[in-house]
């Protein structure tokens, strides 16, 4: 089966030409070598796939026949990613909402029309 096929079989990707598309751009190898779409995959292989900064490894345990329901998934596939890089992803995030905290930054369109109501009634009362 090859790979591009494979991948979107076990719903690692949901249309086969984003699968393709992981491949050419290298984010796919298979037992450690770069992997084109078209390279096949038998029982045994590790597949490694860089996908929103997690490098994930799989070993193929099966060939399914066609796209497979989300509960077969791990007849066919064991996932051997280590948790720290879901981990240094969950950082990624958490760092990213310090110093970026909802609601902070320039005032919308609303929340200046409400200043400038705040700041201008209370020139009028003095």
Same mark, same amino acid.
């Given at each position: 089966?090859?790979?591009? !096929?494979?991948?979107?079989? +076990?719903?690692? *990707?949901? %249309?086969?030409? !984003?699968?393709?598309?992981?491949?050419?751009?290298?984010?796919? %190898?298979?037992? #450690?070598? $770069?992997a084109k779409?078209?390279? =096949?995959?038998? $029982? #045994?292989?590790?597949?490694?796939?860089?996908?929103?900064?997690?490098? &994930?490894?799989?070993? +193929?345990?099966?060939?399914?026949?066609?796209?497979?329901?989300?509960?077969?998934?791990? &007849? *066919?596939? !064991?996932?051997? /990613? $280590?948790?720290?890089?879901?981990?240094?992803k969950r950082?990624?995030?958490?760092?990213?909402? *310090? &110093?970026?905290?909802?609601? /902070? #930054?320039?005032? %919308?369109?609303?929340d200046r029309?409400?200043?400038? !109501?705040?700041?201008? #009634?209370?020139?009028? =009362?003095?």
């Amino acid at each position: 089966m090859r790979i591009d !096929k494979f991948l979107w079989s +076990v719903r690692f *990707y949901k %249309t086969r030409s !984003k699968a393709s598309d992981a491949c050419k751009r290298h984010h796919v %190898t298979i037992n #450690g070598m $770069p992997a084109k779409p078209s390279k =096949e995959v038998f $029982p #045994g292989d590790e597949i490694s796939v860089r996908k929103d900064q997690i490098t &994930y490894i799989l070993r +193929v345990l099966n060939l399914p026949e066609n796209r497979l329901g989300a509960k077969l998934v791990p &007849y *066919y596939v !064991k996932d051997l /990613t $280590p948790p720290e890089a879901f981990e240094h992803k969950r950082l990624m995030r958490d760092a990213q909402l *310090y &110093y970026r905290k909802k609601g /902070t #930054g320039r005032p %919308t369109k609303k929340d200046r029309r409400a200043l400038d !109501k705040l700041f201008e #009634g209370g020139e009028e =009362e003095e």
